[in-house]
């Protein structure tokens, strides 16, 4: 899978009206350090490997929108805000009916992804939009907060309705799917939230106990030197352990493995 440059631009005009071209250029200097993809020229229409776009993303994150989810839902937002009113993308939906929006989400998905046997589809329903993604490559908080948040605001910038976002069915690495709601008249209903036993089995699939431990250790922010004292093994076989468990679970950085834990509420 690859992702397209319009989402590093788009992420080039948030931190620099935020915090400066400086703190651009340090973050953006830094990935391109670790990350060779990132040395050649980006432009809208360019395309990045996951690995290397979900690394920058999670030291993006981590810099300047450290809030989790909520934080990452306005990222979203602010992307599409920018892509659709003075963006790239301001002539994509040239006449936004909701039915013209609903048949756009599909396109956008493409527009952003390549090289993916990942699918969006949008149907419209009583009470507004359905949005759903499946054979998704991995499992990433920017796969669910970040594009819910960018959906729900392209869908806020052309109706006059309140939008709420609500999850209809989410299966980590494999799908997201969510319903907007527009119908102010819409009871939501809340989803059930999983049972501790349900986190463990989720993870036992992929994770040993070792593998586990380390990883959460990783992600409340302790060292290798740190985590080897802990557990009584040497630093050298924590690297091991992390990058078996980064392999497993699809994340690439501390960062990562932070929103990994955070996500399953694990990191107590």
């Known amino acids: 899978m690859k992702v397209s440059g319009l989402s590093i631009l788009t992420r080039k005009v948030l931190v ?15 990935v391109a350090g670790e990350r060779s993809a990132f040395r050649a020229p980006i432009t809208s229409t360019s395309f990045v490997p996951l690995h290397d776009y979900l690394a920058f993303h999670d030291e ?10 909520g934080a990452l839902r306005d990222v979203g937002a602010d ?3 920018f892509a659709f009113v003075e963006g790239p993308l301001k002539d994509f939906v040239p006449e936004p009916t909701i039915e013209a929006l609903a048949a756009a989400l599909p396109r956008l998905w493409q527009r952003y992804f390549t090289d993916t046997a990942s699918q969006a589809e949008a149907t419209l329903t009583e009470h507004g939009v359905e949005f759903r993604v499946s054979e998704l490559p991995t499992w990433h908080p920017y796969f669910e907060h970040v594009v819910v948040g960018y959906v729900k605001e ?5 109706c006059a309705n309140p939008i709420t976002a609500e999850r209809v069915k989410h299966d980590p690495g494999r799908e997201c799917w969510y319903r907007f ?3 102010p008249g819409y009871v939501a209903v809340k989803p059930k939230q999983p049972r501790a036993v349900d986190r463990r089995r989720e993870r036992e699939r992929v994770l040993t106990d070792r593998e586990f431990e380390v990883l959460r250790l990783v992600g409340i922010g302790k060292t290798n030197r740190e ?6 093994i040497s630093p050298k076989t924590v ?3 992390v990058m078996h468990a980064y392999d497993k679970v699809g994340i690439y950085t501390r960062a990562g493995a932070a929103l990994w834990i955070a996500e399953r509420g694990l990191a107590v």
Do not use: C, K, N, Y
């Open 79 to 81: 992307s599409a805000r």
């Open 227 to 232: 985590i080897g004292f802990l557990l009584g």
């Open 181 to 183: 709601v527009m119908d």
């Open 154 to 158: 392209l869908l806020e910038i052309h």
């Open 239 to 241: 690297q091991h352990h």
């Open 60 to 69: 993006f994150a981590r810099r300047f929108f450290p809030g989790g989810s």
């Open 16 to 30: 620099t009206r935020q915090f400066g071209a400086e703190a651009w250029r340090a973050l953006f200097r830094d």
